[in-house]
């Protein structure tokens, strides 16, 4: 059974910086991409970061460029998202989610639980 399951969001002040985790399990780690997706109130999920555990590509939404960073520990099937600088308009429920490398970056045939990140002004 694919599992992934998201840590490390809270409360934290503008300017602040939180650790994501997503820890993964039921696949292949290192044959697949992660990313990490947000989804704000009233607004559509988008794309923020993506790793490939295969050959270590990424991407980052313009949005949080220079600020957040896309890690993966590849002994522990977990990606990291280290998000620096935070702004208000990073509030969001983010979610990891998983699909093979093979396919392409940022994709999504599995989803975690999702972790609230509010950032206060």
């Given at each position: 059974?694919?599992?992934?399951?998201?840590?490390?969001?809270?409360?934290?002040?503008?300017g602040g910086s939180l650790r994501l985790s997503c820890a993964a399990s039921g696949f292949t780690f290192d044959d697949y991409a992660i990313g990490w997706f947000r989804q704000a109130p009233g607004k559509e999920?988008?794309?923020?970061?993506?790793?490939?555990s295969s050959d270590g590509s990424t991407y980052y939404a313009d949005s949080v460029k220079g600020r957040f960073t896309?890690?993966?520990d590849n002994a522990k099937n977990t990606v990291y998202l280290q998000m620096n600088?935070?702004?208000?308009?990073?509030t969001a429920v983010y979610y990891c989610a998983a699909?093979?490398?093979?396919?392409?970056?940022?994709?999504?045939?599995?989803?975690?639980?999702?972790?609230?990140v509010t950032v206060s002004s």
């Open positions: 059974e694919v599992q992934l399951v998201e840590s490390g969001g809270g409360l934290v002040q503008a999920r988008e794309g923020v970061s993506c790793i490939s896309i890690s993966s600088s935070l702004k208000p308009e990073d699909a093979p490398s093979n396919k392409g970056l940022c994709l999504n045939d599995y989803w975690g639980q999702g972790t609230q």
